[in-house]
């Protein structure tokens, strides 16, 4: 059993930052994956990032590319999404996940995940 508890999000402009946080406990290795999901009103859930537990891998969606950064704290044991240059599309409520194995294949599909975070909701205006 993994539970994660999700912290950060909120209103910003256009341009600006946000860090999201992610803190996993209970049984978790360093095979494990933690990804983020980001959910709009109507549509599917969607992949934004992905990283192992044991922080040495990592991978995002195009969309996000050189403007989010997916990273391990160790001291804080968390997995952190720092969000730079926002735009309005990035508003959505973002989960994290947490998969049994961390695999670039089937990370992408929510339907993959057994354990979700609460969600948090980040609003970007114009």
């Known amino acids: 059993q993994i539970n994660l508890v999700q912290s950060g999000g909120g209103l910003v402009q256009a341009g600006e930052s946000l860090r999201l946080s992610c803190a996993p406990t209970?049984?978790?290795?360093?095979?494990?994956?933690i990804s983020w999901f980001r959910q709009v009103p109507g549509k599917e859930r969607e992949f934004v990032a992905s990283?192992?537990?044991?922080?040495?891998?990592?991978f995002y969606r195009d969309s996000v590319k050189g403007r989010f950064t997916i990273s391990r704290d160790n001291a804080k044991n968390t997995v952190d999404l720092q969000m730079n240059s926002l735009k309005v599309e990035d508003s959505a409520v973002y989960y994290c996940?947490?998969?049994?194995?961390?695999?670039?294949?089937?990370?992408?599909?929510?339907?993959?995940?057994?354990?979700w975070g609460q969600g948090t909701t980040v609003t970007v205006s114009a």
């Open positions: 996940a947490a998969s049994l194995v961390f695999d670039t294949r089937s990370a992408p599909n929510a339907k993959g995940y057994s354990y």
């Open positions: 209970g049984r978790i290795f360093s095979r494990n994956g």
């Open positions: 990283i192992r537990w044991s922080g040495d891998s990592a």
